[in-house]
């Protein structure tokens, strides 16, 4: 196989990891194709929780600040009984927390983060992103792989990655 690092990188999935995977191939250096089934990029679903070691993450991405302006840093983290609705315990999540752990403890709407990974990909040369492209087959060789979608349009890359929520 020729060096599987001059050809794409197929990821199948353009929700959250997708967009994050393809964003991380393309800092070191490698292009993606991000097929998604659905007809355009877009999340559903509720909040997230943002633990500090998603942060290292976005470090790595260059996205903390867009993520950090969207983003809600709660002052305590607090556990209540199901039943009576008494507070059970409370993990303070200031200062002190984000010195610990190196970056803080975050919420934020999935809507939210999505269209921040979606933005990131949309400005890098090196990620193409395909709507509407549904995986019929995949084939993979020694060459590396090959996927056909239900519309009938091939891609070919040295990878794929699952990111399809199943």
């Not at 929700?15 to 089934?37: D, K, S, T």
Request: charged share 20%.
């Amino acid at each position: 196989m020729s060096d599987w690092q001059d050809r794409d990188v197929i990821i199948v999935g353009g929700g959250i990891g997708g967009l994050a995977a393809a964003l991380a191939l393309a800092r070191a250096g490698i292009a993606a194709q991000v097929i998604e089934q659905a007809s355009e990029f877009k999340e559903i679903g509720a909040g997230i929780q943002l633990g500090p070691n998603v942060f290292w993450m976005f470090e790595a991405l260059g996205l903390v600040a867009p993520i950090s302006a969207l983003a809600v840093f709660p002052n305590n983290m607090i556990m209540m009984d199901s039943i009576t609705g008494e507070e059970v315990t409370r993990m303070p999540l200031g200062e002190a927390f984000s010195k610990k752990f190196k970056h803080p403890y975050a919420l934020i709407h999935r809507a939210d983060l999505h269209k921040v990974l979606l933005d990131a990909c949309g400005k890098s040369d090196r990620i193409r992103l395909d709507a509407s492209q549904k995986v019929a087959a995949v084939e993979e060789t020694a060459d590396g792989v090959t996927v056909k979608t239900e519309s009938g349009k091939i891609y070919r890359g040295a990878a794929l990655i699952g990111a399809d929520g199943l």
